[in-house]
């Protein structure tokens, strides 16, 4: 039986990929440049998002850099608008809780991630957040989820990772971690063939976890 759990974010406990990619889409939009998603997804199964076609596309570091503020900028008009939660989210963590130790490790800026919630009730579930400030190489490299284990003081074998892109699922599977890949229909086409499991809600965790499957 698992005794922990590291959650990714985005995708998983919000639903919030889209609103991502589509704040991307209107910065590069800004500039004359239209952001693929097929290549969007990609490339972020490689850790590279909306900048890598910017730079195809001819665009120098000094317009990225500013366009890069202004996708922030409507990321976080998105996230102030949009409806982002996920339907059973609470109610899975509060019954997993009983069972294992839970931890969110996400590639979200600080900034983003206390914004989204400022008025949600997931992170009394959590015993720790650890963000983009609190690691050197993001997801797929294994180090987000390594630093999960140390803080947990917990083994590769007593922990579970759930995730929704193969970005995540790649840093999972290098830090020798079991990972549950939650259906996400933004990242859906993305290859999972590594994943432990695939499940489509949260809530066929609590069974995972019971049952040690």
């Known amino acids: 039986m698992k005794k922990y759990i590291l959650f990714d974010h985005d995708g998983v406990l919000v ?37 890598a076609q910017a730079r195809a596309a001819g665009a120098d570091e000094s317009v990225i850099s500013r366009q890069r503020a202004t996708r922030d900028e409507y990321y976080r008009e998105y996230l102030r608008a949009e409806a982002i939660e996920i339907e059973g989210v609470i109610d899975t963590l509060a019954e997993l809780s009983k069972y294992v130790r839970m931890a969110i490790v996400t590639t979200a800026k600080r900034a983003d991630f206390d914004l989204i919630h400022e008025k949600r009730r997931i992170r009394r579930f959590m015993e720790f957040v650890l963000d983009r400030e609190d690691y050197e190489h993001a997801k797929p490299h294994p180090e987000p989820y390594l630093t999960g284990l140390k803080r947990f003081g917990a083994t590769p074998a007593e922990t579970l990772v759930v995730e929704d892109s193969s970005r995540g699922l790649s840093s999972a599977v290098a830090a020798g971690i079991d990972c549950a890949v939650v259906h996400n229909d933004f990242t859906a086409s993305q290859d999972f063939s590594r994943a432990t499991c695939r499940i489509k809600t949260l809530a066929e965790l609590t069974d995972i976890i019971r049952t040690g499957a």
């Open 15 to 51: 639903d919030t990929e889209f609103w991502y990619f589509r704040a991307g889409e209107r910065a590069l939009a800004d500039i004359g440049l239209t952001l693929d998603k097929d290549r969007y997804l990609r490339d972020m199964a490689h850790g590279r998002g909306t900048w």
